[in-house]
């Protein structure tokens, strides 16, 4: 079944750039009719939807985020990215990715970014 | 942005009884393609969420079948009809018939 998994700096400081990868296995990320998702959890608080890829490498934004968010895909090696610019410290939350379709399923573990000086 | 509200946030359930969480939106969710694009996950202590309904009612693959999902236009319900020790987490609405999209603020569940 598919798997997916994060990856990327635990920690970035403030002003600068946030970089995750998402790792696909058990399935290519450029067929079948889904899309990618980043989505973020501060700690202990709810979920947010900072944005998604098709396939056909469209991509949507949250507009609260919209002006610092880039997600991509490099199919040859299954995965999809995210970065997010200038960032502080309401940006530290755990990132997941999951695959969209019927539905957010599944999702990767999460992996936790700190940003802090 | 559709705003999901979430009632109650915390509920508190002995084994073998039912529970029941209310999710509605601000907005219908009732799409022109007959759809209805509601979602409920479960993320269980320190896991991802995991999708349990799909389009209100529809168990996602493998999910037990004492959970159910119904409810139309921006009012939501789910429903467990006998909450089991795995249940314990917290729960989330989404909605995803416009962007971006938005979840309840979730709902806590646990074992009495």
């Known amino acids: 079944q598919v798997q997916l998994q994060e990856s990327g700096p635990g920690l970035v400081k403030p002003s600068q750039t946030l970089s995750l990868t998402c790792t696909v296995s058990?399935?290519?990320?450029?067929?079948?009719?889904?899309?990618w998702n980043w989505i973020r959890q501060p700690a202990g608080k709810g979920l947010e939807w900072i944005g998604r890829?098709?396939?056909?490498?469209?991509?949507n934004y949250n507009p609260s985020l919209k002006s610092r968010v880039t997600i991509s895909a490099d199919t040859s090696k299954n995965q999809f990215s995210l970065k997010l610019t200038s960032v502080t410290v309401a940006d530290t939350a755990v990132y997941y990715c999951a695959r969209g379709g019927r539905g957010i399923d599944p999702w990767g573990q999460g992996t936790l970014v700190t940003v802090s000086s | 942005d559709i705003v999901m509200t979430q009632t109650p946030l915390s509920l508190s359930v002995t084994p073998g009884q039912p529970a029941s969480i209310s999710c509605k939106s601000s907005?219908?969710?009732?799409?022109?393609?007959?759809?209805?694009?509601l979602y409920w996950y479960l993320q269980k202590p320190g896991q991802s969420p995991q999708l349990l309904i799909y389009?209100?009612?529809n168990r996602f693959s493998g999910v037990p079948d004492r959970f159910s999902g119904s409810g139309s236009g921006t009012d939501f319900t789910l429903k467990i009809s006998r909450v089991e020790a795995e249940d314990v987490g917290v729960y989330y609405c989404m909605q995803s018939i416009q962007l971006p999209y938005t979840f309840g603020q979730g709902t806590k569940l646990e074992i009495k």
């Open positions: 389009e209100v009612s």
């Open positions: 890829i098709y396939t056909s490498g469209s991509t």
């Open positions: 058990g399935g290519s990320i450029s067929s079948g009719s889904y899309y």
């Open positions: 907005q219908s969710l009732l799409h022109s393609d007959g759809k209805t694009y």
